[in-house]
C-alpha cells in the first residue's frame, strides 16, 4: 500500500465527500478524483459508495481501510523504534484530552515534560471522550486520556483512576442549610433543587439521566452546557446543584459550594490512558503518562 494513498482515502472519509477532502489535503478534486480511481483499479473493487451523503466505505472499502490502519501503525512503530534507536529527542506526540482533564493535567505535566524533551512537539487534540475514543481507534490520536469504559476494539486501555461523582451545592441553596459538607445524601434530597446539566452525550449527563430516571425524578434545569468549567462556576454563583467528578471541585470554589456523596450510586466514571493495540510507545510517550501519574499521585504500570 502507498501511505500517501491510504492517507488520500481516509481523508475522504472523515470529510465525506471528495471535494471537501481535496480542499483540506491541498489537491485538485479532479487529481483527488483520478487518484482514487487508481486505487480502486488497483484493488479491483470500489473503495466509496457514492451515491450517499456523506460518502460510505463499501465492504471492499472497509477491509482496505482496515488494513490501511495497520500499515499506518507498522510504518509509525518502525520508525519510532528507529528514531529511539538513534537517540533521537525529536518527536511529534498526538495527544487528545478533554478541555476539562486539560485544565487539570497539563499545566502541572507539560512544564517537566518539556524540560525532558525540550524538542519533542506536542499535538493538542481536545474533544469529549466519545470522539477521542474513535480517533485514537482510527489512528487520528497516538494517546488519549480519556473517560470511558473499556471495550472489545482496536484500542488498549490502561486505568489510571476510578472517578467520584459527587453532587455539587452552592452554599446558598436549601440542600447545603440542611445537610453539612461532605455528608452522603440520596438524589431525591436535591429534587427541589435547580441543576446545572452537562448536554446529552457527556458522561455525566448519562450517570444523572439514569439517577433520575432510577428515582422518577424531573427536577429544574437551569442550564446545559458542554462546559464543566463554566457549568461549575454558575451553579456556585445561582443558588443551584450539580453533579460532577469529584476532582473538578477546585480549591477557588470551597468558600462558595460544599459536596456530597450520592448514596445508592454505582455508575462509575474510569480515567484511562488508550493506544491503539500493537503500537509502539516510545520513551517520550511512556515518559508522558509516567508523568501525568505522578501528578495525579497514582501508581504508574504502563505495559505491565
Known sequence: MNIRHIQYVLSILREGSITAASKKLFVSQPALSQTLKQIEQDLGAPIFDRTTDPISLTYAGQQYVDAALQVLDIDRNLRARIAETRKEQHGHLRLGISMQRGLQILPQVIPDYSRLYPYIRIE????????LEHMTAEGQCDLALIT?????NKLHYELIESEEVVLMAARSTELAHRFADGEPIEIT???NEKFVSMREGHSVRTIQDRLFERHHLAPTILMETTNMEAGKHVAARANAVMLLPQVYVTSDLQYRVQCHPVLNNDYERHFYLCYRRGMYLTRYMSDFVRLVCEKLGVPFHLGE
Open 189 to 191: 434530597q436535591a429534587q
Open 124 to 131: 493538542l487534540i481536545e474533544h469529549g471522550s466519545a470522539t
Open 148 to 152: 470511558t469504559n473499556e471495550k472489545p
